[in-house]
């Protein structure tokens, strides 16, 4: 099995910073696409950064210039660095990733059981 565990979330006040982390565990044999998407309450999940296996990165408008998705192929990781962080910010924040269990066996998508973040003063 695969496993995409977050954490790093929490409470935050207006114009702090945290740092989200997802690692992935389990059979895996290689890694290619990872992100993390948002869900607030009474929202659809949004798309807020991604990032391929060589380093491209790609952000929601609403976040450009304030995260980072970064990644660490050797650990199976990827983060999100949020700065500026405003009320709107608030989501429960879900890891995403397309994983090849086997050299046999096309990629599949996981889904991480999401990390709160709370931006309020």
């Known amino acids: 099995q695969v496993q995409l565990v977050e954490s790093g979330g929490g409470l935050v006040q207006p114009g702090g910073s945290l740092r989200l982390s997802c690692a992935a565990s389990?059979?895996?044999?290689?890694?290619?696409?990872m992100g993390w998407y948002r869900q607030a309450p009474g929202k659809q999940r949004e798309l807020v950064a991604t990032?391929?296996?060589?380093?491209?990165?790609n952000y929601a408008d609403s976040v450009k210039g304030r995260f980072t998705i970064s990644r660490d192929n050797a650990k199976n990781t990827v983060y999100l660095q949020m700065n500026s962080l405003k009320p709107e910010d608030t989501a429960v924040y879900y890891c995403?990733?397309?994983?090849?269990?086997?050299?046999?066996?096309?990629?599949?998508?996981?889904w991480g059981q999401g990390t709160q973040v709370t931006v309020s003063s």
């Open positions: 995403n990733a397309d994983i090849r269990r086997t050299i046999r066996t096309e990629p599949r998508n996981y």
């Open positions: 389990g059979s895996i044999f290689s890694i290619y696409g």
């Open positions: 990032i391929t296996s060589g380093g491209s990165t």
